[in-house]
C-alpha cells in the first residue's frame, strides 16, 4: 500500500468552503484511480468523487464539490462549495494503482473531519 496524507479538515459554517488535500508519500505509476470518500457517524462509506479516467461524483455533491489531481505530485484534492451540515464526515482519499506484479493496490489515508455547523 501507498502512504496517503490528507489535510485541509476542519469546521465550516453553511455555505462556506474548504479544501481538502491528499499526498502520497511516494511516486505511483500506473494510477486506475483516485478518490474522496466520506462517513458520518452511524453510516456508511460512500464514495464523494472520483477520478477514473473520467470524473464521477456522489448526487449529493454535484455542482457543489471539484475534484482534481496534480499526477506530478501525486497529490488529489477536493474542493468543496456551499458545504451543508449533512456533509459533516470524516473524509478519506482512496488510490487505487496496478503494482509491478499486475496486481490492483487499494491504499486509504487515515481521514480528515470536516464539521460544517448550522
Known amino acids: 500500500q501507498v502512504h496517503l496524507v490528507e489535510s485541509g479538515g476542519g469546521t465550516v459554517q453553511a455555505g462556506g468552503s474548504l479544501r481538502l488535500s491528499c499526498a502520497a508519500s511516494e511516486r505511483i505509476s500506473s494510477i486506475a484511480s483516485m478518490g474522496w470518500y466520506r462517513q458520518a457517524p452511524g453510516k456508511q462509506r460512500e464514495m464523494v468523487a472520483q477520478i477514473i479516467g473520467t470524473t464521477n461524483y456522489a448526487d449529493s455533491v454535484k455542482g457543489r464539490f471539484t475534484i482534481s489531481s496534480d499526477n506530478a505530485k501525486n497529490t488529489v484534492f477536493l474542493q468543496m462549495n456551499s458545504l451543508k451540515p449533512d456533509d459533516t464526515a470524516i473524509y478519506y482519499c482512496?488510490?487505487?494503482?496496478?503494482?509491478?506484479?499486475?496486481?490492483?493496490?487499494?491504499?486509504w489515508g487515515l481521514g480528515t473531519q470536516v464539521t460544517v455547523s448550522s
Open positions: 482512496n488510490v487505487q494503482h496496478i503494482d509491478s506484479l499486475h496486481q490492483l493496490i487499494t491504499s
